[in-house]
């Protein structure tokens, strides 16, 4: 999954009215035709994207943290797996999926969509991490 996630490495969100036509596949091949805009929280989307093009299983949802119900908890994430990470509260709905890469003592490092409105590498407190997740074939 990594590897073909890594071919959107740079694209991004198109300010104003104009949209990404590549963001708004993404929405589309999974299923989500209702998406008419670019700025619609996309990091889910973009793994399930991700994980449909390489014949994982994936969430049929939008939200980061319908990730935490698809595929196996692991304490040993390995390069691609998908990491889980909290945002605003961690009782909130809200949060974030990626693509694990690496960590340090503080930092996870992720490949992922809709970090800064594009796909890039980014590293997330380990203080906001939910759960790191292996995914079957299906």
């Known amino acids: 999954m990594f590897l073909r996630a890594s071919e959107f490495y740079g694209l991004k969100e198109i300010p104003g009215e104009e949209n990404n036509p590549q963001i708004l596949q993404f929405f589309k091949d999974i299923g989500k035709n209702w998406v008419q805009a670019d700025e619609t929280a996309w990091c889910a989307a973009f793994i399930s994207w ?5 014949g994982c299983e994936r969430s049929g949802q939008l939200t980061a943290r319908s990730w935490l119900n698809i595929g196996m908890k692991t304490s ?5 797996n998908i990491v889980v990470f909290w945002r605003e509260s961690i009782n909130s709905w809200k949060g974030h999926v990626g693509l694990y890469i690496n960590e340090d003592e503080k930092y ?15 590293p997330y407190s380990k203080k906001q991490l939910l759960e790191y997740r292996t995914l079957d074939y299906v």
């Open 76 to 80: 040993k994430p390995q390069l691609g």
């Open 50 to 54: 991700i994980a449909l093009e390489c």
């Open 108 to 122: 996870i490092y992720c490949l992922g969509g809709n970090q800064n409105n594009q796909v890039n590498i980014k």
